[in-house]
Nanobody, 119 residues
């Protein structure tokens, strides 16, 4: 049974930082591209970042580029999202997701962790 469990969310002031973590189990972690998505109230879920199986390739949405950093530790089956210079518009539920190589759709999703940035 595949599980993705996010942690690290919380309330932070604008300009602050948070580090989200996602623990994966039940899957061959190194065979998956891992991504972070977010969904703000009243909005659709949107892509934030993803990282290749080996960690050598990353991609970010323009809204977070230069502020967020995605990383992974295949030995620990963990993926992280370091979020710096947070803005109120970053407030959302953040989801970890896994996409088995070479499929194009994300196969597994976590339950989400709330990030709230106050102004």
């Amino acid at each position: 049974q595949v599980q993705l469990v996010e942690s690290g969310g919380g309330l932070v002031q604008a300009g602050g930082s948070l580090r989200l973590s996602c623990a994966a189990s039940g899957l061959t972690f190194s065979s998956y591209i891992m991504g972070w998505f977010r969904q703000a109230p009243g909005k659709e879920r949107e892509f934030v970042a993803h990282i290749s199986w080996g960690g050598g390739n990353t991609a970010y949405d323009d809204s977070v580029k230069g502020r967020f950093t995605i990383s992974r530790d295949n030995a620990k089956k963990m993926v992280y999202l370091q979020m710096n210079s947070l803005k109120p518009e970053d407030t959302a539920v953040y989801y970890c997701a896994g996409r088995r190589i070479p499929t194009t759709e994300y196969n597994y999703w976590g339950q989400g962790t709330q990030v709230t940035v106050s102004s």
